[in-house]
């Protein structure tokens, strides 16, 4: 389990809405996060509407100790936002902890304790901290291994910036322990000249620290706590939302995508559909329509594609590759002969239908991975859980998962050895928030 703490002793910089939509963007991509609130302010409960009223428990009654009472553990005081999203609140007494603490020995470890006590439950532990630096942020510091400093593109932010770090530097020494630190840009809007020049000089004097992904300025975000949702519910085709899903994304180890593509990048071919020309010219079940060095010895004027037939005469299973994507085939495949084939009987043949087939009773989907050990398959029917939907191994790389679908629309995604794909034998696709693609499987 991951745990990162949001922190900046500045107020008004985004630290809860950082919190909120950054955990709600995890849970959306099938990550299992707990977002815990240590601030006595309880905005993260506002923020998600969970009425302050029916708080009983709090994440102060996860810090005492049995001679202060009747302390909690932390999985008796989660609420469930959504799936894969749950929520430790806070409330005004947590303001007394540090009173109650002082000068008790292993008063800093407190939050560490609770954490660990549920990290076989979670993947990531989103900690909010208080507008300070004290008992508190110390214990959250002591609890994670990352830390988030959102910084608004503004002056007085630039300003104070080098004193947060050297704070949290200080504090690192003192935790004794390796904690990553990480500078986030918020509340940016590219209109005005200040925060361009804000986000310039942040580059500049704290390379080492700057993240690459950028909240913008975005009024749909400000919306969504007023309605006590995260931008994942309230708009998940805002541009707030895609800042959050590429901070979220960065974090997990991908690079961001470009929230507006360029016409270029519209124009460009997706690298899912010559990742699917590749795969099929593989397969000894298909053969060239004719020889490749006549394709690619005709002038830039001809037809740039080489078309692709199956054994059987169905038209269902022709293909064409584009030169481009000839050109980057593999080196073992023959370009201009039929490769020898041992007559294939019927079970066989079906086996080697990959996509998406109706069934009296499902859908069967089916791909092909060579050297994958394991597909999951995530979408609309499982609220993209990346592990609830495995795909069982019908021969090595061959999967295959027979879902009870009702009529409807739905969208996937293959997860092949952790890794999200777009599923190469299903050519019905669509663009996704992320700037990906999605299959798209109809069922009437």
């Keep these: 389990m991951r745990t990162i703490a949001i922190i900046n002793q500045k107020g008004g910089c985004g630290k809860t809405t950082t919190a909120i939509n950054l955990s709600a963007c995890m849970a959306r991509m099938g990550q299992k996060t707990l977002l815990v609130d240590m601030d006595p302010q309880g905005h993260c409960a506002v ?22 009472g009747r302390p909690a553990q932390l999985s008796e005081i989660v609420w469930q936002i959504a799936t894969d999203f749950d929520l430790a609140p806070s409330n005004i007494k947590l ?38 630096v004290g008992l508190i942020t110390f214990n959250a510091l002591r609890a994670c291994d990352e830390v988030i400093v959102p910084v608004e593109t503004g002056y007085f932010s630039l300003h104070g910036l080098a004193k947060v770090m050297e704070t949290l530097e200080e504090l690192r020494e003192q935790c004794d322990q390796e904690i990553v630190i990480r500078v986030l840009p918020t509340l940016y809007d590219t209109r005005t000249k200040l925060a361009r020049e804000v986000l310039a000089e942040l580059r500049t004097k704290f390379r080492d620290y700057l993240m690459e992904s950028t909240i913008n300025f975005n009024t749909k975000l400000k919306e969504a706590a007023s309605f006590g ?60 329509g004719r020889p490749a ?77 060579d050297g994958a050990s394991t597909v999951t398959i995530a979408g609309d029917f499982n609220n993209w859980s990346s592990m609830s939907t495995p ?11 027979k879902l ?18 777009t599923d190469p034998f299903n050519k019905h696709v669509e663009t996704n928030n992320f700037g990906e693609l999605n299959n798209v499987v109809e069922v009437e």
């Design 293 to 369: 060095q006549q394709i690619l010895a005709q002038g830039a004027n001809s037809e740039p594609h080489l078309t692709l037939t199956s054994d059987d005469d169905d038209d269902s299973n022709v293909m064409t590759i584009e030169r481009d994507e000839l050109l980057d085939a593999p080196a073992n495949v023959s370009m201009n002969m039929r490769m020898p084939m041992e007559p294939k009987t019927i079970e066989q043949k079906i086996e080697e239908i990959y996509g998406v087939q109706r069934e009296p009773d499902g859908i069967t989907f089916r791909t092909k991975f």
């Design 391 to 401: 795909m069982s191994m019908t021969r090595p790389g061959v999967f295959a998962a």
């Design 229 to 288: 949702q995260p931008i994942t519910e309230y708009d998940p085709g805002s541009k707030g939302y895609k800042d959050f899903a590429n901070l979220a994304r960065e974090l997990m180890g991908h690079r961001p995508v470009e929230v507006e593509p360029t016409s270029s990048d519209r124009l460009s071919r997706p690298a899912e559909l010559v990742q699917r020309a590749r795969q099929l010219a593989q397969l000894t079940s298909y053969k060239f």
């Design 47 to 68: 923020g998600l509407a969970v009425p302050e009223d029916q708080v009983e428990r709090s994440m102060y009654d996860v810090l005492l100790e049995p001679s202060d």
């Design 95 to 132: 303001a007394a902890f540090e009173q109650i603490f002082a000068g008790r020995p292993g008063r800093e470890d407190r939050l560490r304790k609770a954490i660990k006590s549920v990290e076989k439950n979670y993947q990531w532990t989103i900690i909010d901290c208080p507008p300070t």
């Design 404 to 421: 009870p679908l009702r009529s409807g629309r739905y969208r996937y995604r293959l997860i092949v050895d952790g890794r999200w794909v």
